[in-house]
């Protein structure tokens, strides 16, 4: 999941989830430079229309940039799409993180019911058109750009959920954190199908499950089965 206010977050992220090259990530000269401007556009365009439909021409226009700084700054199109994916996956976290250490909440269950409001905040955005990473690969299947990168997305927001995690009696973590996290990508996706915001409810409540039949269960437990 990801594609939250990415258009908006201007501080410097707080991570460094390596699925571009650096020099991507090291844009300078704040949301006024020619490469922000490109960056910041790319990620409204591609929201809006989808990474695809978007042409260079448009990007550029909207941006207000010369070409060549495109071209001097991400080399294509596709560097310009992995300099947008990085960007929005720091930003996901830096809210993340705001959201979550500004609360203190220091039981588990009280971390992941917190992480589940937060998705229905999102959900709730006249703007929310879904996980922007999802919707990339939906794009591209075949493509050998987006998909590293949403993998790797994909992987650092479940370590952040088996962090939430920390303290709880769960032996089988990572098991549980990969639940929890399948559910909020479910989640994510009914809510852009359905529009309904309240998708992040019910999955807190299958997510508490998992946790409350997880550390219920002995250490050598393989699998978890919640009965409907």
Known sequence: MGGKSMARATARPKRNIKIVDKKLHDVSGGAESPAMRLILTATRLFNENGIHATGIDRIIAEAGVARRTLYNQFGSKEGLIRAVMQRESHAWFEWLDSELTSAKLNNPRQRILRFFALLGEWFSRSDFK??????????????????????????????????????????????????????????????????????????????????????????????????A
């Open 130 to 227: 879904g996980c922007s990473f999802i919707n990339a690969v939906g794009e591209h299947p075949l493509d050998n750009c987006v998909r590293p990168i949403a993998k790797a997305h994909r992987q650092a927001n479940f370590e952040y959920i088996r962090g939430l995690l920390a303290g709880s009696n769960i032996s089988n973590l990572d098991q549980i954190a990969d639940q929890i996290a399948i559910l909020a990508d479910g989640a994510t996706v009914t809510a852009m199908v359905t529009g309904n915001p309240r998708m992040a409810d019910t999955a807190a409540s299958a997510a508490l499950a998992l946790v409350g039949v997880a550390e219920r269960q002995p250490a050598s437990a393989r699998a978890i089965t919640v009965s």
